[in-house]
């Protein structure tokens, strides 16, 4: 799944828990930390696999439910310790959602081929073709298919329902990007 699939399901799922819990839509500090779980898998596997050669794989140690059954109790536990659970959740949910939405949609008639890279380093990674690092990966991998379409309409939806959310992190990021660019000047 692309970036843009991974962060539509994501907030999709977040938005419905919030809403569902607390009667609200996601707050800013979460609907952060639920983009960068969203996308914190092939941050950790796509650079150490096809940039410097680490990994065997672009699905493989941030991807495995190893690497999860980690990730998942120390996010908790640090964000319980900051007294922000809410953003350690809305990570975790990101993250989780990542790993769900690579699982093909064969498994759901019984063929687990394609879900290899969760069993990662028990069980090893797929053969893939190689990669030249990022760019090419995203030049040459580029295709829109029916299911890049679908998501690609994800998004769209995703997006409307953020907007209708209120855009929670949109003004936080904003003000960042002011900040940084304040402080540049001042020191340029």
Do not use: N
């Amino acid at each position: 799944m692309w970036p843009w699939g991974h962060l539509a399901v994501g907030y999709l799922l977040y938005t419905a828990y919030t809403h569902r819990r607390f009667d609200r839509p996601p707050l800013a500090a979460p609907a952060i930390a639920l983009a960068v779980g969203s996308q914190f898998p092939d941050l950790v596997d796509k650079p150490l696999a096809w940039t410097v050669s680490v990994l065997p794989g672009g699905r493989t140690l941030g991807h495995s439910l190893l690497f999860a059954a980690i990730l998942v109790p120390t996010v908790y536990l640090l964000a319980a310790r900051l007294e922000r659970r809410d953003v350690g959740i809305a990570f975790v949910i990101g993250h989780l959602s990542h790993l769900s939405a690579d699982i093909p949609p064969s498994a759901l008639t019984g063929d687990l081929s394609g879900t290899e890279f969760l069993l990662w380093p028990f069980v090893a990674a797929p053969e893939e073709e190689p990669v030249g690092g990022i760019l090419d990966a995203v030049l040459h991998y580029y295709a829109m298919g029916p299911y890049e379409w679908f998501q690609l309409g994800l998004f769209v939806l995703a997006a409307i329902v953020w907007y209708r959310d209120g855009a929670p992190g949109l003004e936080y990021a904003r003000r960042t990007l002011e900040y940084v660019t304040r402080e540049s000047r001042a020191q340029g």
